[in-house]
């Protein structure tokens, strides 16, 4: 506990250290934020349909939530605030029930009034989507059993069961609030359309190029956005967005930069550039897809996972990618997260790595895989996919084993992913609010969670995992928690947890009102942004 409260002290005093000073500054208005999308484009505009940031950053500006995490303490993990909701409510029914009061007066970019029902039918769809719709965080509210809306101004979730891991799964950033008439009319139409509640009304979107947004006047939140509009240019090149931030074409890149792009901004530009630096709620983890031989092989996928020598790659990866922390598929420094002790006893994280090889050799030769050679699905984005990947690569050839890496863009990536066209496919494990019993949801079996594209089933896993989401005592949850983690990640090798990431966002000073957070998909409205020029 005390590695946690650590942990969170430091990211809240880092955030708050990089931002000294601007809560005693009156926000000027007016002015086009410029920023920079570490994207070719993203694969759809539907916030209930994505995961990547590539959405977030491009949509979340035009759209309202039910709830979030507080935007002026979004490093906090238990500050939830209201967006559309008149107050955080108080549960009811032993912990069961919860009833939102929707906010009087607010209206949809067309005009049309929001109320419950426009609630109601867009967490329906999150939660129990239609067949034909894709919902990745389904799997999050299992806990839920009805959502409805007893008046136009009235919310109400009923639980099956108490769980502390609701409040933080129902402040998830993309769980924008959309407009029930065009989900009735077509469930598809916000994969390419834009019509929100949110500071931003949209302008403009060129595919691959930018997204433009201008300010709402008739934002329910008095005197915001304080910003005219802001363009989002999408980038995928790392040397790109530099430029674009050394040059001053661009003011901010909200995902993250690694330690040399900091550096060399600050030398260049001294105090014209500010930092705000956090750890990271994402870990780069290698998926297997089970259904490939010999991929369906427990033995093939623990010599993978034997192979990796974390303790001393990933700081060593740290000094040029945005990485920096090993650790379970567990957010370390969390409660629930193993200690070095018991981490240690987890297949690849030994620290004896010699032993750990001789080891995968002898599985690889036991399953007659002593030639392996596969190609490994990879995302083309520089931080940290690409860099992770060759460091994945050459980690593998030291037991043998041959690796190509395809790189796709986003859009065709997530697409092969999703049909299942690869064998091994390196991804990122992100989440926004700090919630392990949710966060590892990805990890369960793909008839459970749709993020999983391992396309294998495990009751064992399930019942390990029920126990922890369940639990109650805080050490008898932290036991169930490392047994589901040890499972996943050595008993049965689904998942191959290489690096949790550390977030480090360069930016130009006279920028205002943003506060950094262990995630990047948090507090990307833009609603408090302003410019101090």
């Not at 086009?32 to 999308?37: A, E, S, V």
């Not at 105090?271 to 259904?291: F, L, M, P, R, Y």
Request: hydrophobic share 40%; aromatic share 10%; net charge negative.
């Amino acid at each position: 506990m005390k590695i946690a409260v650590r942990a969170a002290l430091a990211i809240a005093a880092t955030a708050l250290l990089a931002d000294a000073g601007q809560a005693a500054e009156s926000p000027k208005r007016g002015g086009t934020l410029t920023y920079m999308i570490p994207s070719d484009a993203p694969p759809s505009l539907d916030g209930h349909r994505e995961t990547t940031y590539a959405t977030a950053h491009t949509a979340a500006p035009f759209y309202s939530v039910l709830i979030r995490i507080n935007p002026d303490n979004p490093a906090s993990t238990t500050d939830f605030v209201c967006d559309l909701c008149t107050e955080m409510p108080q549960p009811t029914d032993a912990g069961k029930t919860y009833t939102f009061r929707i906010r009087d007066g607010v209206k949809f970019h067309d005009g049309t009034p929001l109320t419950a029902a426009d609630v109601t039918k867009s967490w329906q769809e999150i939660v129990f989507p239609d067949e034909g719709l894709l919902s990745p965080r389904q799997s999050n509210f299992m806990m839920v059993d009805k959502i409805k809306a007893p008046d136009p101004t009235t919310v109400v979730f009923s639980l099956k069961y108490a769980t502390t891991a609701f409040l933080p799964a129902l402040a998830d950033p993309y769980a924008w609030i959309y407009e029930k008439a065009i989900l009735d009319k077509d469930p598809h139409w916000y994969e390419k359309n834009v019509m929100g509640s949110g500071p931003f009304k949209f302008a403009g979107y060129e595919t691959g190029q930018s997204i433009e947004g201008v300010r709402n006047p008739d934002y329910y939140r008095q005197g915001q956005p304080y910003l005219d509009g802001f363009k989002g240019i999408y980038a995928a090149k790392q040397a790109t967005r530099i430029d674009a931030l050394r040059s001053d074409r661009a003011s901010i890149e909200f995902r993250g930069l690694p330690p040399a792009a900091r550096d060399e901004l600050k030398a260049a530009l001294g105090d014209q550039i500010a930092v705000q630096e956090s750890d990271w709620n994402c870990g780069s983890v290698v998926t297997i897809n089970e259904k490939v031989k010999p991929f369906d092989d427990v033995r093939v996928r623990r010599a993978l996972t034997l192979a990796i020598d974390r303790w001393n790659g990933v700081p060593a990866l740290s000094k040029i990618a945005d990485v920096r922390t090993v650790g379970s598929i567990v957010f370390p420094g969390d409660p629930l997260a193993p200690n070095k002790d018991e981490l240690t006893t987890i297949a690849g994280f030994g620290t004896d790595i010699e032993k750990s090889r001789a080891e995968a050799k002898r599985l690889l030769k036991e399953a007659g895989q002593e030639n392996l050679s596969f190609e490994m699905l990879n995302r083309d984005v520089d931080q940290p996919y690409k860099y992770v990947g060759i460091w994945a690569v050459d980690q593998w050839s030291k037991i043998g084993i041959k690796v190509t890496q395809k790189m796709m863009p986003t859009g065709p990536w997530m697409e092969t992913e999703r049909a299942g066209n690869f064998s091994v496919d390196l991804q990122a494990n992100c989440h926004a609010v700090v919630n392990p019993l949710i966060d590892v949801q990805p990890y369960l079996p793909s008839s459970v969670s749709a993020q999983n594209y391992g396309n294998y089933e495990d009751s064992e896993e399930m019942a390990l995992y029920g126990k922890a989401l369940h639990e109650t005592d805080p050490q008898k949850q932290h036991e169930a928690m490392f047994r589901f983690a040890k499972h996943v990640m050595d008993t049965q090798a689904h998942k191959l947890m290489m690096a949790w990431w550390y977030r480090i966002v360069p930016y130009r000073a006279y920028v205002k009102g943003w506060k950094i957070s262990p995630s990047h998909y948090i507090n990307q409205d833009l609603a408090t942004v302003w410019l101090d020029r």
